[in-house]
């Protein structure tokens, strides 16, 4: 099979740790007899520093020519608190969802056997946590119109907005997922105070309607987060809005231990984007001490949901859990052993692939 990836390492610790999962990549295909071709492009502060666009139309293009994009870290700390800056890192994150039409941002939440001792909860709370939150990405609060500041700026006004259309894309897909796991929808809103919410509920009701062999259940957003540290293991596919899950899945990613563990992929109308949820870490730049694994569980999903070769994807998770049971995991995660280096985590992991039988 031909494969054809654009490759946006970003800033920070992103081009190392997407330099690892390309080399994972790379490892996959040759073991499995895709023919690979890849390019990289401009995204973030660089392309910032280089074009003055942090997402340039040169980029854009190479990711619609692409069937997958694998994507690292945005931000720089001379973006942060700036408000004389016109234009900012972030931005680039946000035309690219908006101009792929990635409007779906999904995240699996699992957890390791031998990482449980590194989350925050309990061992009997988290121990078997195995869910999905499902992120509207394109619209919202995060792209609501009108949005500013009034002329004293005392002031300041944001617009959360939302059609029937967007709200519907999403919920059908979160029925898709849980058609193929356990079955179970959980709607996230805030329907007893915001109407944004309501039609959120009254679009999920409708389409829940039309899938009786699946468990529906509706939760505020704030009983949501308890629940989501009492009870993980209680959750299947969770759907909501672009804000409420932008918190949410930053939430749940703790109870793995590691935000450096949690990859994500953002499906669309056009090309889908796989990364890891984790930002561009800038202290860490450079200095080879970036865990790699949720961008190369991210490589995983891309193989998945871009390209529907399950058997490859499942290669690259054995290899990320033997590298963790044999402990050669970076600093975030040793167990008081030795701590390795992101390249030295990386290429365990690529060796591991093409060695297994």
Same mark, same amino acid.
């Given at each position: 099979?031909?494969?054809?990836?654009?490759?946006?390492?970003?800033? /920070?610790?992103?081009?190392?740790?997407?330099?690892?999962?390309?080399?994972?990549?790379?490892? *996959?295909?040759? !073991?499995?007899?895709?023919?690979?071709?890849?390019?990289?492009?401009?995204?973030?502060?660089?392309? &910032?520093?280089?074009? /003055?666009?942090?997402?340039?139309?040169?980029?854009?293009?190479? %990711?619609?020519?692409?069937?997958?994009?694998?994507? @690292?870290?945005?931000?720089?700390?001379?973006?942060?608190?700036?408000?004389?800056?016109?234009?900012?890192?972030?931005?680039?994150?946000?035309?690219?969802?908006?101009?792929?039409?990635?409007?779906?941002?999904?995240?699996?939440?699992?957890?390791?056997?031998?990482?449980?001792?590194?989350?925050?909860?309990?061992?009997?709370?988290?121990?078997?946590?195995?869910?999905? %939150?499902?992120?509207?990405?394109?619209?919202?609060?995060?792209?609501?119109?009108?949005? /500013?500041?009034?002329?004293?700026?005392? &002031?300041?006004?944001?617009? %959360?907005?939302?059609?029937?259309?967007?709200?519907?894309?999403?919920?059908?897909?979160?029925?898709?997922?849980? !058609?193929?796991?356990?079955?179970?929808?959980? *709607?996230?809103?805030?329907?007893?105070?915001? %109407?944004?919410?309501?039609?959120?509920?009254?679009?999920?009701?409708?389409?829940?309607?039309?899938?009786?062999?699946?468990?529906?259940?509706? &939760?505020? *957003?704030?009983?949501?987060?308890?629940?989501?540290?009492?009870?993980?293991?209680?959750?299947?596919?969770?759907?909501?809005?672009?804000?409420? @899950?932008?918190?949410?899945?930053?939430?749940?990613?703790?109870?793995?231990?590691?935000? @450096?563990?949690?990859?994500?992929?953002?499906?669309?109308?056009?090309?889908?984007?796989?990364?890891?949820?984790? /930002?561009?870490?800038?202290?860490?730049?450079?200095?080879?001490?970036?865990?790699?694994?949720?961008?190369?569980?991210?490589?995983?999903?891309?193989?998945?949901?871009?390209? @529907?070769?399950?058997?490859?994807?499942?290669?690259? !998770?054995?290899?990320?859990?033997?590298?963790?049971?044999?402990?050669?995991?970076?600093?975030?995660?040793? !167990?008081?052993?030795?701590?390795?280096?992101?390249?030295?985590?990386?290429?365990?992991?690529?060796?591991?692939?093409?060695?297994?039988?």
């Amino acid at each position: 099979m031909k494969l054809k990836i654009a490759v946006l390492p970003g800033d /920070g610790i992103g081009p190392e740790i997407v330099g690892q999962a390309l080399q994972v990549t790379e490892a *996959v295909c040759k !073991r499995f007899g895709h023919d690979l071709s890849h390019q990289h492009a401009w995204v973030g502060a660089c392309a &910032i520093d280089r074009f /003055g666009n942090p997402y340039p139309e040169e980029t854009h293009q190479l %990711c619609m020519e692409s069937d997958a994009v694998l994507f @690292g870290a945005i931000g720089d700390p001379k973006y942060d608190n700036n408000p004389s800056a016109k234009v900012r890192p972030e931005q680039g994150l946000l035309g690219m969802r908006k101009q792929l039409g990635l409007y779906a941002n999904i995240r699996p939440v699992t957890t390791f056997p031998s990482l449980i001792h590194k989350s925050p909860l309990r061992q009997e709370v988290v121990e078997g946590t195995d869910l999905m %939150c499902i992120r509207e990405l394109t619209s919202g609060i995060y792209f609501g119109r009108p949005q /500013g500041r009034s002329e004293d700026g005392n &002031i300041a006004y944001d617009t %959360c907005v939302y059609s029937r259309e967007e709200v519907e894309r999403i919920v059908r897909l979160a029925y898709k997922y849980a !058609r193929q796991r356990h079955k179970k929808v959980t *709607v996230i809103d805030k329907a007893n105070v915001l %109407c944004t919410s309501r039609l959120w509920r009254e679009v999920a009701q409708e389409i829940a309607k039309e899938n009786p062999d699946i468990t529906t259940e509706y &939760i505020f *957003v704030d009983n949501a987060a308890m629940q989501l540290v009492q009870f993980p293991t209680r959750f299947d596919v969770l759907v909501t809005e672009n804000m409420f @899950g932008d918190i949410l899945t930053d939430e749940a990613s703790v109870i793995t231990g590691s935000l @450096g563990m949690l990859p994500s992929a953002s499906i669309g109308i056009h090309t889908s984007v796989f990364e890891p949820i984790h /930002g561009s870490y800038p202290q860490a730049a450079g200095k080879d001490i970036a865990n790699p694994v949720a961008t190369i569980l991210s490589a995983a999903l891309m193989f998945e949901y871009a390209f @529907g070769l399950t058997e490859e994807g499942a290669a690259i !998770r054995r290899a990320v859990a033997a590298s963790i049971d044999a402990g050669i995991t970076t600093e975030d995660i040793c !167990r008081g052993n030795k701590a390795y280096k992101c390249s030295e985590v990386g290429q365990w992991i690529t060796d591991y692939i093409a060695k297994e039988k």
